[in-house]
T-cell receptor, first 111, second 109 residues
Framework: SQTIHQWPATLVQPVGSPLSLECTVE??????LYWYRQAAGRGLQLLFY??????ISSEVPQNLSASRPQDRQFILSSKKLLLSDSGFYLC??????????FGQGTRLTVV | KNEVEQSPQNLTAQEGEFITINCSYS?????LHWLQQHPGGGIVSLFM???GKKKHGRLIATINIQEKHSSLHITASHPRDSAVYIC???????????FGQGTRLTINP
């Protein structure tokens, strides 16, 4: 069955520290992968999406980067976190232009 | 441009009322998803639609492809239905999955 694993569920990091959020997918191959961020009181904004290994599209300029080192692994990173990076981060994947599956999300607080 | 608009942004109702949340999108889509987000942030997938209507318990989702519009209905609403409801459209071509802004629903006892 298709599943998606995203961790950690919550994270508190100091300003200036690095970030690495990982998302892995099971039960499919060559999925489209997505990272979203939800700031407090706002909707989910698409940050990055990937249609294949090493192929990353960035939707908005920011302090973050994404990588896809393996077909079913999508990583969201930052070298130095800012206070404004706080929010809820969600990983998702889709395939065949129809089905989509969503992670449980990571609540990041930068202090 | 791939856009998804939801309305209303906030909705407060009394227990038992019939609830409707609307979602409109800008261009052709492959599928539309309705999701539920509880205060802790976790996302639950409710429906995936490409045409017609789906029903699960007290929840009903419909989509009109010609009008580029979908609705989520809740019958006999209950306080436990209080959550943020989000529609997400999977756009053809670029295969982008774009979320609406969400509708915060509060059901008072």
């Amino acid at each position: 069955s298709q599943t998606i694993h995203q961790w950690p569920a919550t994270l508190v990091q100091p300003v200036g520290s690095p970030l690495s959020l990982e998302c892995t997918v099971e039960g499919t191959s060559n999925p489209n992968l997505y990272w979203y961020r939800q700031a407090a009181g706002r909707g989910l904004q698409l940050l990055f999406y990937s249609v294949g290994i090493g192929q990353i599209s960035s939707e908005v300029p920011q302090n973050l980067s994404a990588s896809r080192p393996q077909d079913r692994q999508f990583i969201l990173s930052s070298k130095k976190l800012l206070l404004s990076d706080s929010g809820f981060y969600l990983c998702a994947w889709s395939r065949d232009g129809y089905e989509a599956f969503f992670g449980q999300g990571t609540r990041l607080t930068v202090v | 441009k791939n856009e998804v608009e939801q309305s209303p942004q906030n909705l407060t109702a009394q227990e038992g009322e019939f609830i409707t949340i609307n979602c409109s999108y800008s261009v052709g889509i492959s599928a539309l998803h309705w999701l539920q987000q509880h205060p802790g942030g976790g996302i639950v997938s409710l429906f995936m639609l490409s045409s017609g209507k789906k029903k699960h318990g007290r929840l009903i989702a419909t989509i009109n492809i010609q009008e580029k519009h979908s609705s989520l209905h809740i019958t006999a609403s209950h306080p436990r239905d209080s959550a943020v409801y989000i529609c997400a459209a999977l756009f053809q071509g670029a295969q982008k999955l774009v979320f609406g802004q969400g509708t915060r629903l509060t059901i008072n006892p």
